[in-house]
């Protein structure tokens, strides 16, 4: 995969965890929609992933003029709508995200894609983490939501 675009909750996560220089370890060709960077810049003050945005290394935001129809008919957000469409029109690219309408969409166009959990157990298996366990336990705490099945699935995917 040569680029990954990021939509803006994974980025948060990966923020609000002080894990954000892991996040470009795991993803290193990351593509960020205006809208998304828009989207994580109204957040609240103080938010790291907007300090993380405002960086002179951080990565490359990329305008999304106008949403595919094929992605407009699924009726999402402005970020996923923009992930997703840069990933259609932009064949190779992946896109990362959690809003399971926006997944939905993404496996539907045959769009590569990956979730925050699924970039947690890619930086364990690559030597990133030394223990995802810690993290997962912190996931409720910031604000993502998830089920116990799927925090179960990423330790066991985590330890292979």
């Known amino acids: 995969?040569?680029?990954?675009?990021?939509?803006?909750?994974?980025?948060?996560?990966?923020?609000r965890l002080g894990l954000l220089e892991t996040l470009e370890s795991v993803v290193p060709n990351l593509v960020i929609p205006l809208g998304v960077a828009e989207e994580i810049k109204a957040g609240p003050e103080g938010n790291p992933a907007a300090a993380w945005l405002a960086n002179a290394e951080a990565p490359q935001i990329v305008n999304v003029p106008a949403i595919n129809p094929a992605v407009a008919g699924w009726d999402l957000g402005k970020g996923e709508s923009e992930v997703l469409t840069y990933c259609h029109d932009h064949k190779g690219c992946g896109a990362v995200l959690d809003d399971y309408a926006a997944r939905k969409c993404a496996t539907a166009l045959g769009?590569?894609?990956?979730?925050?959990?699924g970039l947690l157990v890619l930086a364990?298996?690559?030597?990133?983490?030394?223990?995802?366990?810690?993290?997962?336990?912190?996931?409720?705490?910031?604000?993502?939501?998830?089920?116990?099945?799927?925090?179960?699935?990423?330790?066991?995917?985590?330890?292979?």
């Open 111 to 117: 769009i590569p894609l990956r979730g925050t959990l």
């Open 1 to 15: 995969m040569t680029e990954w675009v990021v939509n803006a909750s994974p980025i948060i996560v990966f923020a």
């Open 124 to 160: 364990k298996r690559r030597g990133l983490l030394a223990d995802i366990a810690p993290i997962l336990n912190q996931l409720p705490r910031i604000g993502f939501r998830v089920t116990p099945a799927l925090m179960d699935e990423a330790r066991h995917l985590a330890d292979k």
